[in-house]
Nanobody
Framework: QVQVVESGGGLVRPGGSLRLSCAVS????????MRWHRQAPGEQRELVAT???????YYTDSVKGRFTISTDNAKTTIYLQMNGLKPEDTAVYYC?????????????WGQGTLVTVSS
């Protein structure tokens, strides 16, 4: 079983910064991709950023140049550094690692962490 725990959300003023963390643990053979999604009130969940095991990154257009996805050396913790936050970044942020377990692929989601950008 795979466990995913996010942290780091909170209330921040426009232009401020936050760093989200996602700890991945469990019976894992390999993590092939690490993803952050977000869901704003009344909106569909969207993919914000991805980093592959090879280090390739992807960002949705609205966060390019402001957000940075990274991992620790063990590649079991995922970070999302968010700078220049805007009110439209307000959402629940979810970590969704792509994991290979002894029984196959696991699509596991964390419980989410709320980010509120407001003055």
């Amino acid at each position: 079983q795979v466990q995913v725990v996010e942290s780091g959300g909170g209330l921040v003023r426009p232009g401020g910064s936050l760093r989200l963390s996602c700890a991945v643990s469990g019976n894992i053979l390999r993590i092939y991709a690490m993803r952050w999604h977000r869901q704003a009130p009344g909106e569909q969940r969207e993919l914000v950023a991805t980093i592959t095991s090879g280090g390739t990154t992807y960002y949705t257009d609205s966060v390019k140049g402001r957000f940075t996805i990274s991992t620790d050396n063990a590649k079991t913790t995922i970070y999302l550094q968010m700078n220049g936050l805007k009110p439209e970044d307000t959402a629940v942020y979810y970590c969704n690692p792509g994991v290979i377990t002894p029984t196959g692929r696991s699509d596991t989601w964390g419980q989410g962490t709320l980010v509120t950008v407001s003055s």
